[in-house]
């Protein structure tokens, strides 16, 4: 519910106050920072548009200071969702990954006061973040140019910002991506207003639009047309933009953003690229940009002169909403004569002989204005309320009780107050309730029937809430409307779920298992009792037992396990292949899994994609005595994945790497970035550097230099991982890989590696590539991007005392979660050096 998270944010606001000379700064005690954030807006008509790649492009400190400390109305468009970053506070990677990328720039972005949009519109959407790129031909060449540049157009049209400013530069330093939406961006600065662009756009009922200025972010004020202040205090929030950006940023906790900065001046530097507006040689940001209704009836032809009257009275109006605050009744009776004044407006505006770009421009402002206007109505009327379902799962044919409970928290009595139900087409809604009069202090409750259609759609985490509630009331002749979200997410899902372990099987041509346990997990969203039937389908000669089961629920939400035991047929040839699990309930087959995504800072999601291992055979050696402890760090799953390819492995706690038998073990691996997310690893790593001095040997997993890596003292001798680390990588998945030394262990024993292994990559061959190391240590493989000079660093491995030290950056873990045989191949290899 918005008024809870905006009633929460102030308690934040309030409690985190960052440090000013020393001293927490408080912001006075009258401040009502919900009201502020309503009423600030009516200010300007000015709208802005940020462009960026990735969840967490957006430019936190910049935006801020245009939403919240000038009212400006400001988006943040991003292109993908993130899918190829990494995770820092769990193992979701890709789609799952996404969806929580998009909900912490939803919830960064309530912060700012700025509206978040992506490009990408679903799970798997072409517009997916694929890894870094370097060059923005790669990226349209993924994306689609045409399908990326017309969704760019579209939103264009209909956002209609004054402002636009891509986040980046186009230059060789940055990500593709990034390079790709700047491109993009200054070619739709005029293409936008062009009919003949994208003209089926104009048929579906858009209009061309004209950005009126692009402006690109540039370092210094010598590069800039423009530079801004924007480390202002502002008492309302008890701190600067800036920080007030951080907050938000804090929000991103995936990618680990967010810090604490300190109250101090800043400046945004800004490069004016193109405008279509004469700034008569003034180098403000709004130069040539109405700023409000006054500057609007300034641009009005003499013949309009009644109706350039009219808007200077009307943003007297807003004005005087904006002088009544911090008095909320104040703001809330001048809010509706504001109210009334925009829709006066607004009808003569459609009447009135206008050039047809000046009327769109007035009637797209009046519309935002309006919906301002209804926001601080809802604000200031004292008016709460609670929406929420008897259940938020919901199943297809199912009814469930939506209540609305509203408050008269205010001091006027709110006429004809009513709240309606918005579902899917086909949902039906049933309701005895009629519209009531609210007086002061006074609640009433609305209870609807919902019933979910036979063929509604599956819930979906980028689609809009399947149920809000619209909230109406009049005070005097003038009417209000807003809508809410109910408490949590509503999703419509299968009747079961059914979550496979492992997700992946490996089976070894080697030596072929004559029995590989698989568990299936079956979750019931289906209300009260159900039974289901479920089976695996494997593929041609393959055993399973048994051959199907039945399971009982009593509740929703109950979890069933089944086993069963699958058997490969023992002349099993190399190659992909698919165990798929179905439940049958109610005459209804389900063949999904629910990846349920909680977090406390996003909530509630779920990704349904179908039920199946994805299974591959190839030959795999290992020594069969070898023992190998696995120190996790929460970003990768290879000890699973080795583990279930038959490898033993430990998982070392904090209790072992403290005091525990290390020289136990043949091998010891750090999972990828594990100095970042184990301090017991940093506290013991003296004790791991032993181990290898003793006769161990240490295989560490990639690091980016940030990662608690201590160029001098993590490894045993001088290691530098390479920074700015943008640079220091291989993106391309079919690099050449030349191996330096072909007649190591590493690449023939257990398993002779050979150029088939590095097929097949997925995403990229190696991140953060070492720039400096000791002479001590060996270098293994070469390997480069096109056009650039090889890296020679993607192995290295170095004697200390009577064992080995071995450091890779290559992407092993996504190759190896991603069921690529050379990926599985070459870490045991890596692994296996330590049994010689």
């Known amino acids: 519910?918005?008024?809870?998270?905006?009633?929460?944010?102030?308690?934040?606001?309030?409690?985190?106050?960052?440090?000013?000379?020393?001293?927490?700064?408080?912001?006075?005690?009258?401040?009502?920072?919900?009201?502020?954030?309503?009423?600030?807006?009516?200010?300007?008509?000015v709208t802005f548009l940020n462009s960026g790649a990735h969840p967490d492009d957006e430019r936190s400190d910049f935006l801020a200071y245009l939403s919240r400390g000038l009212g400006v109305k400001t988006s943040s468009l991003i292109a993908n969702r993130g899918e190829g970053g990494q995770n820092e506070i769990g193992d979701e990677l890709d789609n799952a990954l996404g969806i929580i990328r998009s909900r912490e720039m939803i919830e960064a972005a309530k912060i700012t006061g700025v509206k978040a949009y992506h490009l990408s519109e679903t799970t798997s959407d072409p517009i997916y973040d694929f890894g870094f790129s370097k060059t923005p031909e790669e990226t349209l060449e993924k994306w689609g140019e045409e399908l990326t540049y017309e969704r760019l157009i579209h939103f264009i049209r209909t956002y209609q910002p004054d402002i636009l400013m891509p986040s980046f530069q186009n230059d060789d330093s940055q990500h593709g991506h990034h390079r790709t939406m700047t491109i993009l961006s200054e070619?739709?600065?005029?293409?936008?207003?062009?009919?003949?662009?994208?003209?089926?756009?104009?048929?579906?009922g858009l209009s061309v639009w004209q950005v009126k200025k692009l402006y690109l972010p540039v370092s210094s004020g010598d590069q800039a047309d423009t530079s801004i202040e924007i480390g202002d205090f502002d008492p309302i929030y008890g701190m600067t933009y800036p920080q007030l950006g951080e907050q938000s940023r804090y929000l991103h906790k995936s990618?680990?953003?967010?810090?604490?900065?300190?109250?101090?001046?800043?400046?945004?530097?800004?490069?004016?690229?193109?405008?279509?507006?004469?700034?008569?040689?003034?180098?403000?940001?709004?130069?040539?940009?109405?700023?409000?209704?006054?500057?609007?009836?300034?641009?009005?032809?003499?013949?309009?002169?009644?109706?350039?009257?009219?808007?200077?009275?009307?943003?007297?109006?807003?004005?005087a909403v904006i002088t009544a605050y911090p008095n909320e009744k104040r703001v809330f009776s001048k809010t509706q004569t504001a109210l009334s004044n925009v829709r006066s407006i607004?009808?003569?505006v459609k009447k009135a002989k206008l050039s047809p770009a000046i009327k769109n421009d007035l009637l797209h402002k009046l519309s935002l204005k309006e919906d301002q206007l209804q926001n601080v109505s809802y604000v200031s009327s004292g008016l709460e309320v609670q929406a929420e379902a008897a259940s938020n799962i919901l199943t297809k044919g199912q009814s469930t009780y939506v209540t609305v409970a509203v408050k008269n928290n205010g001091k006027q009595?709110?006429?004809?107050?009513?709240?309606?139900?918005?579902?899917?087409?086909?949902?039906?809604?049933k309701t005895k309730l009629k519209n009531v009069n609210l007086a002061p202090n006074k609640s009433a409750t609305m209870t609807y029937l919902v019933e979910v259609p036979e063929d509604a759609d599956y819930y979906h985490a980028y689609d809009e809430s399947a149920i809000t509630t619209s909230i109406s009331y009049k005070y005097g002749s003038t009417k209000t409307s807003i809508t809410e979200d109910l408490d949590g997410t509503i999703a419509v899902l299968p009747d079961v779920g059914l979550t496979l372990s492992?997700?992946?099987?490996?089976?070894?041509?080697?030596?072929?298992?004559?029995?590989?346990?698989?568990?299936?997990?079956?979750?019931?969203?289906?209300e009260g009792k159900a039974s289901a039937k479920v089976a695996l389908k494997v593929p041609e000669n393959w055993k399973v037992k048994p051959e199907e089961a039945t399971v009982s629920f009593h509740e929703q939400s109950e979890e069933k396990l089944?086993?069963?035991?699958?058997?490969?047929?023992?002349?099993?040839?190399?190659?992909?292949?698919?165990?798929?699990?179905?439940?049958?309930?109610?005459?209804?087959?389900?063949?999904?899994?629910?990846?349920?995504?909680?977090?406390?800072?996003?909530?509630?999601?779920?990704?349904?994609?179908?039920?199946?291992?994805?299974?591959?055979?190839?030959?795999?050696?290992?020594?069969?005595?070898?023992?190998?402890g696995y120190i996790e760090s929460g970003f990768d799953k290879v000890a699973d994945y080795l583990s279930n390819a038959g490898l033993t492995i430990t998982k070392l706690t904090e209790a072992d790497l403290a005091k525990g038998d290390l020289n136990q073990y043949d091998t010891i691996v750090t999972g990828i970035r594990a100095y970042l997310s184990r301090e017991d690893l940093k506290a013991n790593n003296a004790r791991l550097l032993e181990y290898v001095e003793n006769g161990g040997h240490l295989v560490v997993q990639y690091h980016k230099p940030g990662d608690g890596w201590d160029a001098m003292k993590t490894a045993p001798y001088p290691l530098t991982l390479g920074n700015p680390s943008i640079r220091w990588r291989v993106t391309d998945e079919k690099a050449a890989v030349?191996?330096?030394?072909?007649?190591?262990?590493?690449?023939?024993?257990?398993?002779?590696?050979?150029?088939?292994?590095?097929?097949?990559?997925?995403?990229?061959?190696?991140?953060?590539?070492?720039m400096k190391w000791d002479d001590r240590f060996e270098t293994f493989i070469s390997m480069a991007d096109p056009n650039e000079e090889p890296f020679d660093a993607g192995i290295l491995m170095a004697k200390y005392g009577k064992g080995t030290y071995l450091y890779t950056n290559l992407v092993l873990y996504r190759q190896i979660q991603g069921q690529v045989p050379g990926g599985y191949r070459i870490m045991t290899n890596l692994i296996s050096y330590g049994s010689q």
């Open 1 to 45: 519910m918005q008024k809870v998270w905006l009633a929460f944010l102030s308690f934040l606001l309030v409690l985190v106050l960052l440090p000013l000379d020393g001293v927490l700064a408080n912001p006075d005690e009258t401040n009502d920072v919900e009201l502020w954030n309503a009423v600030k807006p009516l200010e300007t008509t």
């Open 255 to 319: 990618q680990g953003m967010g810090s604490d900065i300190p109250a101090e001046p800043r400046q945004v530097h800004l490069d004016l690229k193109q405008s279509a507006v004469d700034t008569k040689s003034q180098s403000d940001l709004f130069a040539g940009v109405p700023y409000d209704f006054t500057d609007w009836a300034n641009k009005l032809p003499h013949s309009a002169s009644k109706l350039s009257a009219d808007f200077k009275y009307l943003q007297r109006n807003l004005d």
């Open 562 to 628: 089944v086993r069963f035991t699958l058997t490969p047929p023992k002349t099993i040839q190399n190659g992909d292949y698919q165990v798929k699990a179905v439940a049958a309930v109610n005459g209804k087959t389900f063949d999904s899994t629910i990846q349920e995504i909680s977090y406390d800072h996003i909530g509630t999601f779920y990704y349904q994609y179908p039920a199946q291992i994805n299974t591959v055979a190839f030959e795999l050696l290992m020594p069969a005595s070898l023992k190998v």
């Open 738 to 770: 030349n191996v330096l030394k072909p007649e190591s262990a590493l690449f023939n024993y257990p398993n002779n590696i050979t150029s088939d292994d590095w097929n097949n990559w997925v995403q990229e061959r190696g991140l953060y590539f070492p």
């Open 502 to 526: 492992p997700e992946d099987i490996v089976v070894n041509t080697a030596d072929v298992k004559e029995e590989i346990p698989v568990t299936v997990t079956l979750k019931n969203y289906t």
């Open 187 to 204: 070619r739709a600065f005029k293409d936008a207003a062009d009919p003949t662009v994208f003209p089926k756009q104009l048929k579906q």
């Open 413 to 429: 009595t709110l006429k004809k107050l009513a709240a309606s139900l918005n579902v899917p087409k086909g949902w039906k809604t």
């Open 346 to 348: 607004t009808a003569q």
